[in-house]
């Protein structure tokens, strides 16, 4: 970077071998350090130059110094700024640099030292600024920019000298001294207590102290040997940008201790202040302990008040909070510049609390630093500190070992100190019968490509083969940033993917499309992205982008399942959403990118909803929600070749467009009777499509009217007591409750077609392949629809439905109880109530049996069940019925008994009961730590009873090691027909409560 401005070499005074150095004259190129008569000698081991604005920044490191005329300044970090010129054709250079060193040679002072926390210096020279770095090589460049944490603070303090403004728990106040110098007011005084005792309980410990009269002012020397114990209370320290008070604790063979001359009498203990100057050098066995910082060295020196040292062979063990582990950092040479600031040399960095760590990143240098990755305002509200501060490190010259084996290279790494930068995050090796041999990859590309990326931003590269399919890959990413929107500061987060395969196999999606064929192209594959933008604490923007190449109806299915069974469909669409209060507003615009799903483009549409409105200091409380938008209502096309695919269009699903508008209000007014809550209400809609199911403008009244009812009863029994059944004491509680309404349509669902979704992807086609699949090809009955279940069941009669399509005429009495037993646990002094058991039931009586219940009264009829035997064992049941003939029969039991972390069992029936549709199913799951932190064994079944067939088993056993999960796997899907192994390595690192997410899903804990 600096080769360029590079003019002429000149020698310099001789320094010690780390400060040695040589000049480069700086060319005037892009306006950075002009010439002068008067030079500027500036000298550092490492150097960054950017632009920040109209000014260029050179941010130095290292053994940092500057000489002008007869002064001289030394500080491990300087920022030097190049000034606009002010029309005097002078050159001025201002020179920012932390816990800086002051040397004058001017004869009325000669040899005076100065030494503060932080100091601004302006020079003014028509002269050449000259940089200095250690002669026979070049000077190491780092790649910086504006947001560097150590150039923050350079500039936020170089604008609070101009304002004499320090927004932190210590007050500088920044005044311009002679000579261009700003001196930052000297920081309040604390009181602090040194202690110094023998290394070990009655050890000897010999000490000598004596004044040296020749440094200014004096200093008091103290010599300690037979091992020696210094404690010093109330030290300023830096934690998540806050100054707390912390103990440095420092204990060695022998020391050496400079302080001031006035403790001459005071050996064993003293008070100082935290201007006071206290410096200690350190030999033998040496220990340093401030706050979350742990060093261990066989030669240190440290300054305590300044917060600087330098440790020889050392290791320094910091606290990483989001990894609950720690980060050891070892080296030849660990220099701490600040709290927060340290350099080492020749060293390795690791997450591994082995002795001789199994993974390790060694380098030539390797700095550590704290920086804020969230937004510099954000505050806890439980703590009131800053949030987000985190240990970035930055490394040069980088080998990636594990054990001893050297498996990646990097000129340069950075990013927060809990990633350990180890390249590959997965490793997956196995067979399927639909996939063949399959080779998965994850690769983070920060240690691959050496990406500076910005702080919480994750980018991952997928490498795959298929030995049955072929080659796929893609990329990946995550974020969860602070940034800027038109100028306005914003939060960011989301995440999004792409991949792509060429693939030359056949899909299999189960049962009756074992052998499909990829109809459209080889060239297959996925875009995702989705984006939440928080403009401020009311308002934020959605983005989501989803497409899949080339109308492929069936890939999401076969390469993504999961996400295609349980996660959001995919969907093009930007949103903006403002809430204040109870008023909500929004936006939305939709666009379709496919033909094989239903769905509907929105062009665009605005929702405007109000809840708990109170009218004129009255009782009546008014809700509403209106909206108005232009929809395209897009049916999903059929599949190439129905007869391997089958399906039949869903009705309600039509090619409809036009205005589509909708109003509904709400007025209810809550009163009690005694120990009954009564809630009358009454809703009205008005609604209008500009095209119906048939293409015809339509138009809708709806209103609804009833009435709402609870009451809650109790019983104490603190006398019913069991150990054996775990009670101790029992309270009875039960609400009753009923609801009753009439509702009247001036329309009938059958006109209204389905603009607002209310299924998944995954159920339409479901739905999709019934008719054709298991009512060979009859009609679906009216009871099997999942619209009018959704009527019968009032889906769509509430305010804020999101689907106020699905009303019609009802009559209906909703009638329910809730059960819940409790009893105490826990210690005496503290006892806390759980539920022991639970119990609901409820059903709905149709008065006009025949129009709204297909001739029966009684309906829905529905129960949950759950007895908590123990904290560890429970017996769960729920279940769903209706009484006409080929109605629904649906209801499952089993028990789960868990135990922590350390696994579950869980073992159920299940059946399903639709027309002519049946299944019962047993299940069973279990999971299990075989030992603490070695093995963990998953296994699952199915048994189809109806059948006697089995339906599917999987058995996972894994590995936990240090820095990996080792997962060997075995499964079998019927319904594919399909097996599969599988050898799977995730990375994983710190101690295994930070990697308990990732087992979750094995133990079946969530």
Known sequence: MLAAWVAAATPVRAQTPAAVGHSVGLENRDGLFGFSSAPVNVKSD??????????????????CEITHKEKTWTAP???????????TGQKRILAYMETSSEFSAMESSPGRREQRPFLLVDL????????????GRDPIDLPQSADDPAYIRARQRRMESRSNLQQTQYTFESAPMPGGVYLPAPAPRIQQRVTISPKFLGGHLEAKGEISEGSIPPEYVVTLTGGVNIVVDNVPLNVGGQMVLSRVDLTADRAVIWT??????????????????????????????????????????????QRRGLAMNAELRTLLPDLQGTLRLRAAEVRQMSDTNFHAKDAFFTTSEFGKPKYRIQASDVFLEEKFLGH???????????????????????????????IFVAPYLTGPAENPNIPVRKFNVGYSGMFGTTVETVWDLRPVLGLDLPPNVDLQLQADYLSKRGPGGGLRGLFDVDSELFGQPVHQEGWGQAYYINDHGTDNLGLGRRDLPVYYSDNRGRVIFRDRIDLDQNTWLQAEIGHVFNNDRNFDEQYYEYDWDTQKDLENLLTINHQNDNLTLSALGTIKSDGFNDQTNWLPRGDATLLGKQLFDSPVIWNTHSMVGYGQLKPAEAPPDPTLDPFQALPYFTNSEGLVTMTRHELNAPFDVGPVHVVPYAMGELAYW???????????????????????????????????????GLAHKVVFDAEYYYAQSSTSLNNVAQYNQFDDNAQERFRERLVPVELNGNPLPTYMDPRYYAVRSGAGRSVTSPYNELVDDQNTLWLGMRHRWQTKVGPAAAPRIIDWMEFDLGTAIFPQANRDNFGETLGLINSRYAWHVSPRTSFLADGVWDVFSGGQRVWNAGVLHQRTARGSTYLGFRQVEVDTIESQLVTGSFSYVLSPNLYVVTAAAQYDVAEGIDRGETFTITRIGEFFLLHLGFGYDRSRDNVGVALSLEPKFGSYGSSSMQLNSLLGIY
Not at 46 to 63: A, H, I, M, P, Y
Not at 383 to 404: K, Q, R, Y
């Open 46 to 63: 490492f150097t960054s130059q950017f632009k920040d604005g109209n000014e260029s920044v050179l941010l130095l490191r290292g053994n």
């Open 77 to 87: 970090l300087m920022v030097l700024w190049e000034l606009p010129d002010d029309g």
């Open 124 to 135: 003014e020279t028509s002269g050449l600024v000259s940089l200095q770095a250690i002669p």
């Open 260 to 305: 001031d001359a006035n403790h001459i009498d005071e050996l064993r203990g003293f008070d100082i202040d935290s201007n006071t100057p206290f410096q200690v050098y350190l030999e033998g066995s040496i220990v340093v302990r401030q706050g979350n910082n742990d060093v261990r060295a066989t030669h240190a020196f440290y300054d305590v008040n």
């Open 376 to 406: 510099p305002d954000r505050i806890n509200p439980v703590t009131g500190d800053p949030e987000g501060g985190t240990f970035v490190a930055t490394s040069l010259n980088n080998t990636i070992f594990v054990d001893d084996f050297p």
């Open 690 to 728: 500009e095209e119906d199911i048939t293409g015809d403008s339509l138009g809708r009244a709806y209103g609804t009217a009833g009435i709402k009812a609870s009451v809650e009863f109790a019983k104490y029994m603190p006398e019913v007591r069991s150990t054996i059944l775990g009670l101790n």
